[in-house]
């Protein structure tokens, strides 16, 4: 496995941390986490078959060990020392100032092990006013525009109902240490990863919303005028709801030809990518008009036969009859020593046509 022999010390808890080292721990890391006597507070999140084992905590501690550690005490920290000496990576979403506190900073640790990787997840990076403040999911998809996105398409803020900016932030955080370990292989010495969660899903958020404001002096205002359409929403058709996204000219002449209004494919507003961004609600509306006049499976034959990307609104639900995760296999399932059968999404990668093992 790509990151076998790899030893991590994980000291994270909620979400942010424990999904990042969960996926290190899927690519073959030794995860070790570490937890307080009272343990992570996902562990009771959720539902459970025995305390402490909810299924919020299982799904981002799969792939590690676990052992308690009150690091108030002297004994516990001489005992995390120890185990620094030896590891590759030491990962934590602690407070600077409270690693501090308890004699663990970057500073020390490496000169402890001056080849470790010392990943700290912060809310916000530490050298700017916020540093050092607490911060969670809800609190960052406000403070990054997650929220305002919304509120600038429907007049009212809302939150994702996934958690986003701690899935998010994990995968930035896990890329970033498996960077700072082939730094390591290259030049022998360890590094100070920070990785915030403000910072990462600002600049996840800006990847196209930043728009206009990319050019100085400005060339237009903040915000992907396509992403913001108020009639960007699933379509519905005569009996449900689908998803559609003609993107090339190519597919939204066959589109139109589709529609029987083949007469559109000419039309001035539409007949370029230009024209449809700056044409997008009316576009939107017509292509709504249309999809309303069959049926959900019509359609999406008619779109497959096309190559116009499009697809089904799943529910929860839906999901687990999805034809193609069925197909690959998608929910697998496995028991674990405690839990009895469990079953988890699997990861999206493979390596060599091969599915990363449950450990």
């Keep these: 496995m790509p990151l076998s022999g790899v030893r991590v010390l994980d000291l994270t808890t909620v979400i942010f941390g424990?999904?990042?080292?969960q996926i290190l721990g899927d690519f073959g890391a030794d995860v070790i986490k570490v937890e307080a006597p009272d343990g992570d507070m996902t562990r009771v999140i959720g539902p459970a078959r025995n305390p402490g084992?909810?299924?919020l905590f299982l799904g981002c501690n799969r792939n590690k060990r676990s052992i308690v550690l009150d690091l108030k005490r002297e004994t516990a920290r001489r005992a995390l020392w120890r185990m620094i000496e030896t590891a590759d990576m030491f990962v934590h979403n602690i407070r600077p100032q409270k690693i501090t506190e308890l004699g663990f900073s970057p500073d020390a640790v490496l000169e402890c092990n001056p080849s470790i990787i010392y990943g700290g997840l912060h809310g916000y990076g530490e050298d700017g006013p916020y540093g050092g403040r607490p911060a969670y999911d809800d609190v960052i998809q406000g403070q990054s525009g997650i929220a305002g996105l919304f509120e600038e398409r429907d007049g009212l803020p809302q939150l994702v109902p996934s958690i986003i900016a701690d899935k998010n932030s994990a995968l930035i955080a896990s890329g970033g240490l498996v960077a700072a370990y082939v730094k390591r292989l290259r030049t022998g010495k360890g590094t100070y990863l920070e990785c915030s969660m403000f910072e990462g899903m600002a600049s996840f958020n800006l990847v196209e919303h930043q728009y206009g404001e990319t050019f100085k002096p400005k060339e237009g205002k903040a915000g992907?005028?396509?992403?913001?359409?108020?009639h960007r929403r699933p379509h519905r058709t005569k009996d449900g709801y689908l998803c559609l996204l003609a993107y090339t000219d190519r597919q939204w002449r066959s589109f139109w030809k589709l529609a029987?209004?083949?007469d559109y494919a000419e039309d001035s507003r539409f007949i370029t990518m230009l024209e449809r961004s700056r044409?997008?609600?009316?576009?939107?509306?017509i292509a709504s008009e249309v999809i309303s006049t069959r049926s959900t499976t019509e359609w999406l034959t008619l779109f497959e036969q096309a190559e116009i990307p499009a697809g089904p609104v799943n529910s929860l639900a839906d999901?687990?009859?999805?034809?193609?995760?069925?197909a690959?296999?998608?929910?697998r399932s496995y028991d674990h020593?405690?839990?009895?059968?469990?079953?988890i999404p699997d990861t999206p990668y493979r390596f060599d046509r091969q599915s990363l093992p449950i450990r």
Excluded: C, K, Q, W
């Design 18 to 21: 424990p999904y990042t080292t």
């Design 328 to 331: 690959i296999g998608f929910f």
């Design 319 to 326: 999901l687990r009859r999805d034809p193609h995760l069925n």
């Design 224 to 230: 992907y005028v396509r992403a913001l359409s108020s």
């Design 53 to 55: 084992m909810s299924a």
């Design 260 to 262: 029987g209004m083949p």
């Design 279 to 285: 044409n997008i609600d009316a576009l939107y509306e």
């Design 337 to 343: 020593p405690t839990e009895g059968t469990l079953e």
